[in-house]
């Protein structure tokens, strides 16, 4: 069956900024899908703001006239933007399908008739945002603009947190470094390279006459002529596949001795342009090529604490496609990339012209304006005959832009880009190993490889040595394990160990002088200073520990409102003492504790954990109050593809309903039945997301199971569960499902069964229709009926399950309240207790009769609106209205009781305090 690629989208409003954009006119529009939005950022705060607003960043960028960033938003979202005082404006309508690209056109070029490849959706004054397919983007790269490809996954903010060297010293090792950069050598490297002449692969001569991305064969050996130069020198090398049908990136490492987990990377795109049989790019981009090569035979030869990575990317040409992947997936494996050096045209310069060259950071994360100045430093401290010129916004138009996407410290070297001294052979054949400047690409060459030795500051001069020893009790000698020894260098540097069962510790370390500090749980803290250790040399230091004072910790574990007693669990983090039982009937507890200062977490079924964090230097009481769970879990399965959450949650709040959110996170990271079990119903969506990971795995449906199995309410809304899971097990025993039909597109719904009486209903899409048929099994009914067959089925047992084929969000606005409120008034779910806002009260009431009918809701208390203290309203039938009692803050505390109804009701009474304590303010009652 043929399947789809789907981008993201869901149903927004439209805001303005102050953009140019292709059109001149701005009009309302209909809105379908997820849009994809501009953002200003003009306060220092607005980030900030922005993050509270719960939608994803694609993007930071710096126009010439401010700073903005893109996301994409459904209604929700763009209210949510509004509330947060941000300026917005659609680019995009509907992002559906929809492949996105910045451009830039590169000095004393001409810009392209942008319409010719796509629509223009914005021009900031810097780049071009355009909406166009690869093919359209491969024939634009052919003119000479640099593109790079809008990806719309979620990014970080803040960045990721690193740190740089603020100012350097002349260091004889990196200068003896520097000096095996030769002129010869970039010029061998960079002809070879460019094919000048053939280079050895494979054990064979070959000329290396074209890189482009899509040259087949040649492209292919240039990657295997690196990767084998990289092996030859000892390094790991990775052949990093990022499209099966594209050549992979080429990355070698050496291993860091020390904190093999902090990396740096000096990198360059290996491919190059234009399309055809020859393309030598001597400049654009062997020239960063022949740096890094360099810079591999000359670093692996020393020792290193940290982890250096030494990358060649492909794909550059075409949108930054190879190491965008790159950086992607290091910041899904939470990869610690602490500095990325990215060179890229490094060998043009006018003759006879100032040596100027640019240094392209970005304020948006701070680090890399500091590794910009050290680039400068090195330049200016070895004396190298270069003029860098710091650009603060830089130019998005090579591969370090990937790493700022991901948060990452990075920052591009290349000729004079902002100066004009641009290489006029630039993609072109002409674009020769004749024509550069070897002297200033020698010097380039220098700096670059010296401000990387400095960026690390793990270059281990001295050679390494160990530390070792034991640490025991001094009362009595008994060996200490699990000990922690701590080593900090003079320049805070600081490295550690553990001691094994035997007490013995040992670890690898510059040869330099320390002070040491060991430290265990129910002991003292010791130090010593002026450790030294030296190179290939071992270093004993012994440790006895005297014994800590212990102190009592005691309390209660109470719910919050009620003071009811709770069966709890209280943990003291970060320690080897196991979890302590409170007194189920009186909430007591209590814990012995060593001097020291620690976090206590306090868990118990049904209620929210508390931690909290104490200094254990007497005995002392503390009283924790958990505040009871909502009764709904609500599990995000759309993996942001878009993001629908906003959908159900907007339902949810309108019917006065408390829930938590679970987020798969794009995984079968789901709940398990002890997270479950403390709810009353799950409601489990997918949104767009398929290819393997909609609805719940297998392990998720076990853990449903268990808590179907102690009579809770399942709802699942997902048009992909079927399609990527088939018809399980699970589906066939709890949801009633006899078999499925995917793909059917139901675009009208009319509820059945439980449902009757609503719709018809039209489905709006927010993403594409693939929408399911389910038959039932004898066990389960017909919720809903499609056009294309059933939509949706309930089942009915000692538990409630609801399951639908297609998604809840494409139902009308107005509709998903009194949906939602019917699904959960059949499964018996209580709405509280409720996140109460400015001390309002909603109160829903649901006729379910089958006429009109006049009742009075008597509340006595006291109101800021009066009218609303008693009142009589009109009900229709199966149609929830909502009170609003509004609180007064000026009293501490008020009781409010609910009830007195023509036909008698059952009553909730209610405490509220306006310090949030005392029982949630929402109650539902289905008045006969």
């Known amino acids: 069956m043929f399947r789809r690629l789907i981008l993201w989208l869901s149903v927004p409003l439209f805001l303005l900024i102050c953009f140019n954009t292709a059109h001149t006119q701005a009009a309302p529009v209909d809105l379908q899908g997820t849009s994809l939005v501009a953002v200003t950022l003009t306060m220092e705060d607005d980030l900030a703001h922005f993050a509270q607003t719960g939608l994803p960043l694609y993007t930071q960028l710096q126009g010439r006239d401010g700073a903005y960033l893109l996301t994409g938003a459904d209604a929700p979202g763009l209210a949510a933007l509004q509330q947060a005082g941000l300026d917005a404006r659609i680019l995009d309508a ?134 084998e ?128 060259m640019d240094l392209h950071a970005t304020s948006s994360i ?193 719910e919050a409102g009620t003071g009811t007693p709770l069966a709890a669990e209280v943990t003291v983090l970060d320690t080897p003492l196991p979890p302590v039982n409170t007194n189920p009937d009186t909430g007591f507890y209590y814990i012995s504790l060593p001097a020291d200062t620690y976090t206590l977490r306090v868990t118990a079924f049904g209620h929210q954990l508390v931690e909290r964090e104490i200094v254990a230097d007497h005995n002392q009481s503390q009283l924790f109050q958990l505040p009871p769970l909502p009764p709904i879990l609500l599990v995000d399965d759309d993996d942001n593809a878009p993001d629908v959450r906003g959908t159900y949650m907007a339902a949810l709040d309108a019917l006065g309903y408390g829930y938590d959110v679970w987020d798969t996170g794009n995984s079968d990271n789901e709940p398990d039945a002890a997270t479950l079990n403390q709810y009353s119903a799950v409601i489990w969506f997918t949104g767009s997301e398929f290819g393997g990971a909609a609805g719940p795995g297998g392990s998720g449906e076990a853990a449903l199971a268990d808590f179907l199995d102690h009579g809770r309410c399942l709802f699942i809304s997902s048009q992909d569960y079927v399609y990527d899971r088939g018809v399980t097990p699970f589906m066939q025993s709890y949801l009633g499902l006899a078999s499925a039909a995917n793909d059917v597109y139901q675009t009208t719904v009319m509820g059945s069964g439980v449902y009757a009486g609503l719709g018809p209903y039209a489905l ?43 998604p809840f969000e494409a139902l009308p606005a107005a509709a998903r309240p009194l949906t939602l409120a019917t699904t959960l008034n059949w499964c018996g779910v209580p709405p509280g207790p409720a996140v109460v806002m400015e001390m309002n009260y909603a109160y829903w009431m649901n006729n379910g009769s089958s006429g009109y009918g006049h009742y009075t809701l008597l509340a006595d208390a006291t109101f800021v609106d009066e009218s609303n203290r008693t009142g009589t309203w009109t009900y229709l039938a199966g149609t929830p209205q909502k009170i609003l009692l509004r609180y007064d803050p000026g009293l501490a505390c008020d009781a409010i009781s609910v009830g007195q109804f023509v036909t008698p009701q059952q009553v909730r009474g209610l405490r509220v305090c306006r310090d949030g304590s005392g029982t949630a303010g929402v109650w539902l009652g289905n008045l006969p």
């Open 94 to 227: 509907d992002m559906r399908g929809a492949a996105y690209y910045l451009a830039y056109v590169m000095p004393h070029r001409a810009a392209p008739t942008w319409v010719d490849y796509g629509r223009l959706l914005l021009d900031d004054g810097r780049q071009v945002l355009l909406r166009m397919t690869p093919t359209a983007a491969a024939r634009l790269a052919e003119t000479g603009v640099q593109l790079r490809l809008l990806t719309p996954d979620a990014k970080p903010w803040p960045p990721v947190a690193a740190v740089m060297p603020a100012s350097i010293d002349p260091d004889p090792l990196i200068q003896q470094m520097m000096d095996q950069v030769t002129t010869q050598a970039v010029y061998d490297y960079d002809g070879g390279l460019s094919g000048e002449w053939p280079v050895t692969i494979g054990g064979q001569p070959y000329t290396i006459l074209t890189r482009n991305t899509t040259s087949g064969e040649p492209i292919q050996k240039a990657t295997q002529y690196v990767g």
């Open 764 to 806: 709006v899409y927010p993403f594409s229709n693939w929408s399911d048929r389910l038959e039932p099994d004898g066990t389960a009914m017909v919720a809903f009926e499609g056009n294309m067959g059933n939509a949706a089925l309930t089942k009915l047992a000692d538990y409630h399950t609801t399951f639908w084929g297609f």
């Open 366 to 558: 701070p680090a890399t304006l500091t590794l910009a100045q050290l680039f400068a430093d090195v330049v200016d401290v070895y004396n190298l005959d270069l003029v860098p010129h710091i650009i603060p916004n830089g130019t998005g138009a090579s591969d370090h832009a990937s790493f700022w996407d991901y948060g990452y410290t990075a920052i591009l070297g290349i000729e004079d880009y902002s100066g004009g001294d641009f290489n006029p052979y630039y993609h072109t054949t002409q674009d020769r190993l004749a024509a550069l400047d070897l002297g200033y690409f020698t010097d380039f060459t220098k700096a670059a490889l010296g401000s990387f030795a400095h960026m690390t500051g793990c270059l281990i001069p001295g050679g390494l040595g160990t530390l070792n020893g034991q640490v025991t009790a001094a009362n009595g000698g008994a060996p200490i394990p699990g000990a922690t020894v701590t080593m900090t260098d003079p320049m805070n540097y600081t490295y550690s160990a553990t001691t094994d069962d035997g007490g013995s510790y040992t670890r690898a370390l510059p040869a330099e002088t320390y002070e040491v500090i060991a430290t265990a749980f129910g002991y003292l803290p010791q130090t010593v200073t002026g450790v030294t250790v030296y190179t290939d040399t071992v270093t004993t230091q012994d440790f006895a520990l005297q014994t800590a004072p212990n102190y009592l910790v005691y309390g209660k574990v109470l």
């Open 229 to 356: 130069h990289m092996d030859a020198l000892g390094l790991d090398v990775e052949y990093h596949v990022w499209n099966a049908s594209r050549p992979p990136n080429v990355i070698g490492e050496r291993l860091g001795s020390v904190n093999p987990d902090d990396i740096y990377l000096i990198t360059a795109h290996l491919d190059d342009m234009p399309t055809g049989p020859v393309a030598p790019g001597a400049d654009d981009n062997a020239s960063g090529s022949v740096a890094v090569l360099l810079a591999t035979d000359i670093l692996a030869q020393y020792e290193w604490g940290c982890t250096l990575r030494f990358a060649f990317w492909t794909g550059e040409e075409q949108g930054l496609l190879g190491s965008h992947a790159y950086a992607q997936r290091a910041y899904n494996q939470g990869e610690n990339i602490l500095g990325v050096l990215n060179l890229d045209m490094i060998a043009w310069n006018t003759p006879n012209s100032t040596p100027d």
